[in-house]
């Protein structure tokens, strides 16, 4: 079992910078990839970063590519999604998620935390 507890969400303005964080309690998370996903209000979640158990694999949606950096500290049993240059279309509530790979679909995911809300004010 894998608790997931996200956290680091606000209200910035465009062009501003969050980190979010995953802390993890439970089973060793080393053994876990782990998926940040998002959903906005009236939309379906979509992918946006994921990174292998290890952390020596990461992958980004094209949305958010060059502007999102995956990260993770085995020490601290903490993921962390690092945001820049943020807009107004991020808007949405971010969760975190993790299994065994690290993919891009969210039904994959066996663990979830419970979402962190995000607001870019244009």
């Known amino acids: 079992q894998v608790q997931l507890v996200e956290s680091g969400g606000g209200l910035v303005q465009a062009g501003g910078s969050l980190t979010l964080s995953c802390a993890a309690s439970g089973r060793t998370f080393s053994a876990y990839a782990v998926g940040w996903f998002r959903q906005a209000p009236g939309k379906e979640r979509e992918f946006v970063a994921a990174i292998s158990r290890r952390g020596g694999t990461t992958d980004y949606a094209d949305s958010v590519k060059g502007r999102f950096t995956i990260s993770r500290d085995s020490a601290k049993n903490t993921v962390y999604l690092q945001m820049n240059s943020l807009k107004a279309e991020d808007t949405a509530v971010y969760y975190c998620?993790?299994?065994?790979?690290?993919?891009?679909?969210?039904?994959?995911?066996?663990?979830w935390g419970q979402g962190t809300q995000v607001t870019v004010s244009s």
């Open positions: 998620a993790a299994d065994v790979l690290d993919r891009r679909d969210a039904d994959e995911y066996y663990y």
